[in-house]
C-alpha cells in the first residue's frame, strides 16, 4: 500500500517544478551535500574529512549566509545516514532539531511543504540532500534552470535559493571551510 506521503512525491515528481508557496513563503533556502564519505559503499557514514566538515559547517553562520531557524535532511536510509551526521553539529549549536522525515525520492513532496507551510514563511532553511537528487530539489523549488549537480568528489558548495517579490534568486557558491575546497 502506497503512503499519502509517497503518493504525493510521485504525483508531484510528474508534474516537473512545482512552486506553491504561502503568502511570504521562506525567505531563503540553502541546499548543501553532505560531508565527504568513505570509498566503502556499504558504509553509511562520513569518513574523517567528512565529519570535519560537519564541524566546521557553523562558521558558515552568521559570517557568510543567514542562520537558518530550520534544519533538513534526508531520511536515513541502509545506505546512509550522512545527511543527518553533517548537520548535526549545526543543529546542537543551534539547538534546533533536523527534521528528516523525507526520504530522497520523496524531494518534490518536501519542496511542497517547504513553500506551503506558513511556519516557514519568511524564514532561513537549510536542507541537506543526495547530490544527485539536489538538482530536482531545486526545480521543485522554483529554481528554473539548476545546474547538474556537483562532481562526485565535490563536497564543498551551497545552493542559495532566494525569494523575493515573487521571484527567485539562484547562486551557487562555495564553502570555504576545509583546506582544499573550491
Known amino acids: 500500500m502506497t503512503s499519502r506521503r509517497e503518493f504525493l512525491s510521485a504525483a508531484l515528481g510528474l508534474m516537473g517544478p512545482v512552486l506553491v508557496r504561502a503568502a511570504g513563503g521562506p525567505r531563503q ?20 574529512r567528512g565529519y570535519a566538515r560537519a564541524a566546521a559547517l557553523a ?3 552568521p559570517s557568510r549566509f543567514d542562520t537558518p531557524q530550520f534544519l533538513f535532511a534526508t531520511h536515513q536510509s541502509a545506505h546512509s545516514n550522512r545527511e543527518v551526521e553533517t548537520i548535526e553539529p549545526l543543529a546542537r549549536r543551534l539547538r534546533l532539531e533536523i527534521d528528516s522525515r ?3 525520492e520523496e524531494y ?67 564553502q570555504h571551510l576545509l583546506e582544499g575546497d573550491s
Not at 29 to 48: A, C, M, Q, V, Y
Open 29 to 48: 533556502i540553502l541546499l548543501i551535500r553532505h560531508g565527504e564519505k568513505t570509498g566503502d559503499k556499504s558504509d553509511p557514514h562520513l569518513d574523517p
Open 59 to 61: 562558521g558558515l553562520f
Open 102 to 104: 523525507f526520504a530522497d
Open 108 to 174: 518534490a513532496a518536501m519542496a511542497e511543504e517547504l513553500l506551503s507551510k506558513p511556519v516557514y514563511s519568511g524564514g532561513n532553511l537549510l536542507v541537506c540532500w543526495h547530490h544527485g537528487r539536489i538538482p530536482e530539489l531545486a526545480a521543485a523549488l522554483g529554481v528554473s534552470h539548476p545546474p547538474a549537480p556537483w562532481p562526485d568528489t565535490q563536497f564543498d558548495r551551497v545552493w542559495k535559493i532566494e525569494y523575493s517579490g515573487g521571484g527567485v534568486k539562484f547562486t551557487d557558491l562555495p
